[in-house]
Structure formats: C-alpha cells, structure tokens
C-alpha cells in the first residue's frame, strides 16, 4: 500500500514521465502507457518490491503490483485474528465487503499507523483499526476518510490537505480507540540536477512567495515552503509514532527517486476531542469579563434613568460611552488632519496584515493566487512596516504638541501625571486582550492549524505576560513574544517615556535641543542602513524572502525603538513647530510649491520604489533593502507632517487637507487603538477555523467584509468595556486630584494671610 505522500511522488514522477514523452496517453486501452509501454524504468524499479527490471506494465498492473506487498496487511485474517465486528452488516455481507475493500485500497490505499518502529500501545490500536477497516467498520470508515488524499491541483499549489477534521474527531471505535487528528510537516526536497523535477517543485510550492524550514517558527509567518497533511490515527499512537509511520512509509517509496521527504509531527498539532471541562483560570476570567458588561449595562440604565451611583462607576456607562465614541465635536486644540491620516494608515495596515494572514490557509489556486500578487501594484500589502511609520510619528507629535501647551500655560511639566496618564490608557486594554487570548480564546473554535496559531499564543502568552506590562517585550524576540503584534506598544511606550527629555530640550534650550535632536534622528537612519545591510535583512516581503530573514528583521531592526526613533524625532519637532509658529503667518509661495514637490517626491518613492522587489524574478540586493529601510519612513511620514503643518497654521485649504480634517475620522481614531491590538486574534481566528482548501479570489479575500466588520465590532467592546472608562476614570481622578491642590493651595494662601494681619 502506497500512502498518500507516496502517491506523491508517483504522481510527480507519473506527470514527469508524460511530460517526456510528447505522446498522447491511452488509458482505458493500455493503462498509463505510451503506445501502450512506459518507458521510464526508475518509476517501476522505485515501486517494484523485488527492485528489479519489471518489464512492460499497464496502469492496472502497476497498481496491482504495489498493491500485493500490503494486501496482505489488510486482508489477512489469520495475522488480525477473528472477531466480532462494529459492522452489524459484515456477518451478513462479508464476502461482499471482504472483495469491495481489498479492490478499495488497493486503488486509495490507507495509512498505516504501524508502519515503522512505534510504540506497543499504537500497534495494538493499529490492528485493531486495520481489522474494522477491512471489514467497513463505521468508525474506522471516518478515520480512513477524514484522512488526506491525494487531490487534483497539485502543480496549482493545492498540497495542503487538512482532511475532515470534524469527521476524525467524531470517529469513536471498539476498545477505547478514539480517531486523532495530526497535522503533519513534510518538506519535499528534489534532486537539484534534475531540471524537471525543481521546475515541478517550484509550481508545488507556488512559486516560493515565502522559503520556510521544516523547523522555522510557524506561529507568527506561516510555513510556505513546508506541506501540511493531515492524518487520522488512533488516540494511543503519539505524535512520535505518527511522525515515524509516516516517516518509514516515505522512506520505502521515495527510494531509488529524485524525491526526498522530511517529516516532523508536533505534539501540539495532534488533537482529540475535548471531553474535560474548562479550567478555572478560564471560567473566571470569562466571569470577569462578564461582570465587566454587566457593569457596564446597569451603570448605563443608572446613567440613562437618573439614579445615583459614584462617579467610578459612572465611568463605564454604556450609555456615556456610546455617545462619547460616536461624538463629532473636536476638543479646541485638536489638529483635525491628524484623524484621516491615522485612519488611512490603520485601513492600510490592517489590508497588509490581511495579505500576510491568508498564507497560513490552503488553496486550490495558490500557484494562480502568487503570481497573480507577483504584479507592481501589490506593493499596497507587500510594506506592512511602513504603515506603523506613521503612528510614531504622530505619537511624537501630539506628545510634544501637548506637552509644550503645558510648558506654556504652567512653566513646569508633571512627568509623573503624563507616566500615570499614559498606562491608564493603555494598560487596561491591553490587559483585556491578554487576558482574553490566553485564557478564552483557545476555547471558543476549533481546526486543524488552532493550536499552532491560537494556542500557540496562549501558551506563550502564560510564561511571559509579564513582560507586556513592563513594555520590554520587545527585546525577547519575535518568537517568543507574547501577541506579537503589541510589538508596537512596547515601541511607543519606550519612545513616550523618553519624550519629556526631548521636548525639554528643544524647549529649554532650541539652538542646542534642535541640533541634539536632529542627530539623533540621524543616527537612527544611518543604525537602520547598517544593521540591514550588514545582516542582509529586508523590511520588505519579496518572493522567496525566508522565514528567518523575517524574524532576523524583526529583532535585529524592526521591533527596536532605537531603529523606529528618527520619525519620533520628526513627530517632536513637527508638535513643537505647530505650538510656536505664529498665528496668520503666511508661506512664500515658492516654499509652498517646493515643499509640496519634495514631499510628493518622496511619498511615491517610499510607496512605489520597492514595486519591483515584488517581481517573482527579483534577486535581493542588500543596498536596495537597507535603503528602503533607511529612507522610507522619513518620505511616508514627511508628507503627512507637511499636510498637517499646512492645515494646522492656514496655508492651506486644499481637497487633501478637507479630506483628512472629515469630522467622521474623529471615531475611527477613538477606535484606532482596539483596532490594532483586535485584527491579528481575528484573523487568527479565522485561519485556525479554516477546514478546507478554498478557490481564492485576491481582492474578495482582502477586502472581507465579514473580517472587517468582526475587527469593528470587536474594537468597539474593546473600547466601550475598556479603554473609555479607564479614561474616565482617569480623567476623574486627575480632576480630584487638581482640585484637592487647588483646595491646598488656596488654605495655605489663607493661612499665611491670616498670619500676616495677626
């Protein structure tokens, strides 16, 4: 019996053997032949068992001959013992149904779980399996069924099959047999002298968007190079046993060809289905979640009916909230350009973490879907880093913005109150979504890549939580990351804890802070040049761009505030100049067209300049990397800061400029921050749910409108339950807390004038 990776390469070296000869195939009258022979002695000789010149055979005798080694195996009764069936029809029609499964597997043959040297328990469950299939047991039908086959499409890019994987963990058989769902690896690794088989091999692997590792971490960037392949084993077989099963089948009939395979079965991607109860971390934080509703509907009803409650419970009235999220009146010192341009650049990050996102699922198409993103336009998904760019800098400005109105209305800067201001914003919804995904959400879905992109999370997310709440990490690397799309809070929160000091000396002392400043944007530049070019890495995902130089990116320049601080630095200077530029005061109109040119200038550089690493033939050039990485944030970001600076001092009243003050931007930017931190968990939820190869349509699988409404729907609870009430509450308490000052300041005011008339 051939297993299904070896029918692999049977139909690779079959497709091989068409493709040499040029002649038509007949095969009702004389089977796979050309003119009625195969001349391609390797493919006989790598499925003959006596490894001899077989001679001439049709396609019925080849088959026949691979399937006598193993027939045995599922037919010999002498060797599984008699016994009572599961199958209340066996006694009735065994003749029958003995017939109809020997000429059955023969033709799709089964996996065997004993294959090879496994342990004493899956052997045992494996006879047992081998002898209801072989009689049509119900129970061992589903397993056999719900395991992968070889389908059509496999030069499309169609090699991850994912089986039924409800129907294999519904599958419950004699003696305790229960079916468990395995989602193997297999890396195939061809004879690079063979021209015809890496030609093969590329189409297989749609034309190596990604390179991957068998042994790359495949919970963040999906495994492109690797093909999953689902099995259905008895529950006593552990992931061990699997991967050597599946190991000595491959081994046996990839022999004597050019094809190699490499197996590795995670323990985590082997599964059953789930009979105990919720742990107790889980019930209790879904209970505190829950009374965090409630108390959110019931502060509302207080709020909305007149009845009296504190003021830190009012803080989370639905009500209040609502109509907070959804106002359309901006605060005096708002800077109205500020909102489109955060949610232009939210609406693009979230289409380029869609793109990344949609290679984790199976396609049928997947060679037809990589070269049709093999195009220039494709940019748009290709530079998700450039679209964080500019939430830096717009944190450095409004930072800078706000604290030197205060440096001009007091003289003096609380640090402590903006540090405290700062984690009341942040802390609690991020702790929400923490709490949510380690501890719910591995227990509201299901599917074959669940563990590996939900679980994988929450089991990371327990060892190290704690390091989110310092904001360090970041420093840990990509792997071992908790959400690691947080990545970025870490990121600002680094650079908001360094923004007093920068604006201090800029406001202090401008011919030295500007100066200062300025050098250490530079430095930032010229730190991202080097570290890119020196280690080879890429800001931009190309064809064959491999899972290592990814995660090599990410902790050597992407996730570092020290490579992330020149467009800060640009967000600082930008907030300072919009506090000091004088009211009414115009722009020579040269200036006006200059800026305008190299701002333009440089956003289409920055935007359109990497189009051709896009291309399928692109050959990656360190210079071409480090100066993407080095220069464009400065030319995305620079023409945002020029917009804005053109609004906020009335030089201008352009189409662009109305477009981005639109009053409608104003929720979005209260939504801005639960949008972030929501759309990677729903877009994990989706491919950990996905059961089945789907036909891919590029734009109706970027732009779905399901997806997109969850990651609405679920920023708005985020926001409502979490994020404004702490700023509510925050707000209350820095008004008491000015108030009881101002109550002190004034007493002793009082005091010392009593003093004085006594």
């Given at each position: 019996?051939?297993s299904?990776?070896g029918?692999?390469?049977?139909?690779?070296?079959?497709i091989l053997?068409i493709?040499h000869?040029?002649?038509?195939?007949d095969v009702l009258r004389?089977?796979?032949?050309t003119s009625g022979?195969?001349q391609?002695?390797e493919i006989l000789?790598?499925?003959?068992?006596?490894?001899?010149a077989p001679?001439?055979f049709?396609?019925v005798?080849l088959?026949?001959s691979?399937a006598?080694?193993?027939?045995?195996?599922?037919?010999?009764?002498?060797?599984?013992?008699?016994?009572?069936?599961?199958?209340p029809?066996y006694?009735i029609?065994?003749e029958k149904?003995?017939?109809e499964?020997r000429?059955?597997f023969q033709?799709?043959?089964?996996?065997d779980p004993a294959?090879?040297p496994?342990?004493a328990?899956?052997?045992?469950?494996a006879?047992t399996?081998?002898?209801?299939?072989?009689?049509f047991?119900?129970?061992?039908?589903k397993?056999?069924?719900a395991?992968?086959k070889v389908?059509s499409?496999l030069?499309?890019?169609?090699?991850?099959?994912?089986?039924?994987?409800?129907?294999?963990?519904?599958?419950e058989?004699?003696?305790?047999?229960?079916?468990?769902?395995?989602?193997?690896?297999?890396?195939?690794?061809v004879d690079?002298?063979r021209?015809d088989?890496?030609?093969l091999?590329?189409l297989?692997?749609s034309h190596y968007?990604?390179r991957?590792?068998?042994?790359?971490p495949?919970?963040?960037?999906?495994?492109f190079g690797?093909?999953n392949?689902?099995v259905c084993a008895?529950?006593?077989?552990t992931p061990?046993d699997?991967e050597v099963?599946l190991?000595h089948?491959l081994?046996?009939h990839?022999e004597?060809?050019?094809?190699?395979?490499t197996?590795?079965v995670?323990a985590d991607?082997?599964?059953?289905r789930?009979?105990?109860?919720?742990p107790?971390e889980t019930?209790v934080v879904?209970?505190?979640?829950v009374?965090?509703?409630?108390?959110?509907?019931?502060s509302?009803?207080?709020?909305?009916?007149g009845?009296?409650i504190?003021?830190a419970?009012?803080?989370?009235?639905l009500?209040?909230?609502?109509?907070k999220?959804v106002?359309?009146?901006?605060?005096e010192s708002?800077?109205?350009?500020?909102?489109?341009i955060r949610a232009l650049n939210?609406?693009m990050l979230v289409l380029?973490h869609?793109s990344l996102?949609i290679f984790?699922n199976?396609?049928?198409n997947r060679t037809?879907m990589?070269?049709?993103?093999?195009?220039?336009?494709t940019v748009?998904g290709?530079?998700?880093?450039?679209?964080?760019?500019p939430?830096?800098?717009?944190?450095?400005?409004l930072?800078?913005?706000?604290f030197v109105?205060k440096?001009?209305?007091?003289?003096k800067l609380?640090v402590?109150?903006?540090?405290?201001s700062?984690?009341f914003?942040?802390?609690p919804t991020l702790?929400?979504?923490?709490?949510?995904?380690?501890?719910?959400?591995?227990?509201i879905g299901?599917?074959?890549?669940?563990n590996l992109?939900?679980?994988?999370?929450a089991d990371i997310?327990?060892?190290t939580?704690?390091r989110?709440?310092?904001f360090?990490?970041?420093?840990f690397?990509f792997?071992?990351?908790?959400l690691?799309h947080t990545?970025h809070?870490g990121?600002?929160t680094q650079?908001?804890?360094l923004?007093?000091?920068?604006v201090?000396a800029?406001?202090k002392?401008?011919k030295i802070?500007i100066?200062?400043?300025?050098i250490?944007?530079v430095?930032?530049?010229a730190l991202?040049?080097?570290v890119?070019?020196?280690y080879?890495?890429?800001?931009?995902i190309?064809?064959?761009?491999?899972i290592?130089?990814l995660?090599?990116?990410?902790?050597l320049s992407?996730i570092?505030?020290?490579?992330r601080?020149?467009?800060?630095?640009?967000?600082?200077?930008?907030?300072?100049?919009l506090r000091?530029?004088?009211k009414?005061?115009k722009?020579n109109?040269?200036?006006l067209?200059?800026?305008?040119?190299?701002c333009?200038m440089?956003?289409?550089?920055?935007?359109?300049g990497p189009?051709?690493m896009?291309s399928?033939?692109y050959?990656?050039?360190p210079?071409?990397?480090?100066t993407y990485?080095?220069?464009?944030?400065?030319?995305?970001?620079?023409?945002?800061?020029?917009v804005t600076?053109l609004?906020h001092?009335g030089?201008?009243?352009?189409w662009?400029?109305?477009?981005f003050a639109?009053?409608g931007?104003?929720?979005t930017?209260r939504?801005?921050?639960?949008?972030?931190?929501?759309?990677?968990?729903?877009?994990f939820?989706?491919?950990?749910?996905t059961?089945?190869?789907?036909h891919?349509g590029?734009l109706?699988?970027m732009?779905?409108?399901k997806e997109f409404i969850w990651?609405i729907?679920?920023a708005?609870?985020?926001?409502?339950?979490?994020?404004?009430p702490?700023?509510?509450?925050r707000n209350?308490y820095?008004?008491?807390?000015r108030a009881?000052?101002s109550?002190s300041t004034?007493?002793?005011?009082?005091?010392?004038e009593?003093?004085?008339i006594d």
């Amino acid at each position: 019996m051939p297993s299904f990776p070896g029918a692999i390469a049977l139909l690779l070296l079959g497709i091989l053997q068409i493709g040499h000869t040029g002649q038509p195939v007949d095969v009702l009258r004389g089977g796979l032949t050309t003119s009625g022979i195969i001349q391609e002695e390797e493919i006989l000789r790598a499925l003959n068992p006596n490894k001899s010149a077989p001679g001439n055979f049709t396609f019925v005798e080849l088959i026949d001959s691979v399937a006598q080694r193993y027939d045995s195996l599922f037919t010999d009764t002498s060797r599984i013992g008699a016994g009572q069936s599961s199958n209340p029809y066996y006694d009735i029609h065994s003749e029958k149904i003995d017939h109809e499964a020997r000429n059955l597997f023969q033709i799709v043959p089964p996996f065997d779980p004993a294959a090879g040297p496994v342990s004493a328990e899956c052997k045992l469950q494996a006879e047992t399996y081998r002898k209801e299939l072989n009689k049509f047991a119900l129970w061992a039908l589903k397993m056999y069924d719900a395991t992968a086959k070889v389908p059509s499409g496999l030069l499309n890019g169609n090699v991850n099959q994912l089986g039924d994987f409800d129907e294999c963990l519904g599958a419950e058989g004699t003696d305790g047999i229960r079916g468990q769902y395995c989602l193997a690896y297999l890396q195939l690794d061809v004879d690079q002298s063979r021209t015809d088989l890496r030609h093969l091999h590329r189409l297989l692997h749609s034309h190596y968007a990604f390179r991957s590792n068998i042994s790359d971490p495949g919970h963040r960037v999906p495994r492109f190079g690797t093909i999953n392949w689902a099995v259905c084993a008895p529950s006593a077989c552990t992931p061990r046993d699997v991967e050597v099963s599946l190991r000595h089948v491959l081994a046996e009939h990839t022999e004597e060809t050019g094809l190699k395979f490499t197996v590795k079965v995670n323990a985590d991607m082997c599964q059953v289905r789930r009979t105990g109860s919720l742990p107790l971390e889980t019930i209790v934080v879904g209970l505190f979640f829950v009374g965090i509703a409630a108390l959110s509907v019931i502060s509302g009803l207080c709020d909305h009916y007149g009845v009296p409650i504190g003021q830190a419970a009012l803080a989370f009235s639905l009500k209040r909230n609502v109509l907070k999220l959804v106002s359309l009146d901006r605060d005096e010192s708002d800077i109205a350009t500020l909102h489109g341009i955060r949610a232009l650049n939210a609406f693009m990050l979230v289409l380029a973490h869609k793109s990344l996102a949609i290679f984790f699922n199976p396609y049928v198409n997947r060679t037809d879907m990589t070269e049709y993103i093999g195009k220039p336009w494709t940019v748009i998904g290709r530079a998700a880093s450039l679209y964080t760019d500019p939430f830096i800098m717009l944190s450095g400005l409004l930072t800078a913005y706000s604290f030197v109105g205060k440096l001009n209305r007091t003289g003096k800067l609380d640090v402590t109150n903006e540090y405290l201001s700062r984690l009341f914003r942040i802390v609690p919804t991020l702790g929400a979504l923490v709490l949510f995904c380690t501890f719910v959400m591995p227990y509201i879905g299901s599917g074959p890549q669940w563990n590996l992109v939900v679980t994988h999370h929450a089991d990371i997310c327990k060892k190290t939580w704690w390091r989110n709440f310092l904001f360090i990490h970041n420093y840990f690397g990509f792997e071992k990351m908790c959400l690691t799309h947080t990545h970025h809070v870490g990121i600002d929160t680094q650079l908001f804890f360094l923004s007093p000091l920068l604006v201090l000396a800029i406001y202090k002392r401008p011919k030295i802070g500007i100066p200062l400043l300025a050098i250490l944007a530079v430095a930032s530049t010229a730190l991202r040049f080097y570290v890119t070019y020196h280690y080879r890495l890429n800001n931009y995902i190309f064809f064959g761009t491999s899972i290592r130089q990814l995660f090599d990116t990410a902790n050597l320049s992407y996730i570092l505030p020290s490579h992330r601080l020149t467009v800060y630095v640009i967000g600082v200077l930008a907030g300072y100049v919009l506090r000091k530029w004088p009211k009414n005061e115009k722009i020579n109109d040269k200036i006006l067209k200059v800026g305008w040119f190299l701002c333009i200038m440089m956003s289409i550089g920055a935007f359109f300049g990497p189009a051709r690493m896009g291309s399928m033939d692109y050959v990656y050039n360190p210079v071409h990397a480090a100066t993407y990485n080095a220069f464009a944030p400065i030319g995305w970001c620079g023409i945002f800061v020029w917009v804005t600076f053109l609004a906020h001092t009335g030089n201008t009243d352009g189409w662009l400029s109305k477009a981005f003050a639109w009053r409608g931007f104003l929720v979005t930017t209260r939504l801005s921050y639960a949008v972030y931190l929501t759309q990677f968990p729903v877009f994990f939820f989706n491919v950990g749910a996905t059961r089945c190869a789907e036909h891919i349509g590029f734009l109706t699988t970027m732009f779905n409108v399901k997806e997109f409404i969850w990651i609405i729907l679920t920023a708005v609870v985020l926001t409502l339950l979490f994020e404004t009430p702490f700023q509510n509450l925050r707000n209350y308490y820095l008004k008491r807390q000015r108030a009881l000052v101002s109550q002190s300041t004034t007493t002793t005011r009082r005091t010392v004038e009593g003093k004085k008339i006594d």
